[in-house]
């Protein structure tokens, strides 16, 4: 993730930033308070961010890609 902090309209904008490509458009929040409020707001309804779910793992929360979290087989 990068804050967009050049001068302009999408100033404070959060986005990705790829190896290759640089700042990837259009960013996934138009500010880190906006970022922020929507991460807040998944933990406290058990969500996923942007397609990542909240996982444990030896009582450590981290975010996974769906296909990387493992179900339990019932």
């Given at each position: 993730m990068i804050?967009?902090?050049r001068a302009g309209e999408a100033r404070g904008c959060?986005?990705?930033s790829l190896?290759?490509?640089g700042f990837c458009y259009p960013p996934q929040w138009r500010s880190?308070?906006?970022?922020l409020a929507e991460i807040a707001d998944a933990l406290e309804a058990?969500?996923?961010?942007l397609g990542?779910?909240?996982i444990a793992d030896?009582?450590?929360?981290f975010w996974a890609e769906p296909?990387?979290?493992?179900f339990p087989v019932s």
């Open positions: 804050v967009d902090l959060v986005g990705e190896k290759v490509q880190v308070e906006a970022m058990d969500q996923p961010v990542y779910e909240r030896d009582g450590r929360p296909s990387e979290v493992e």
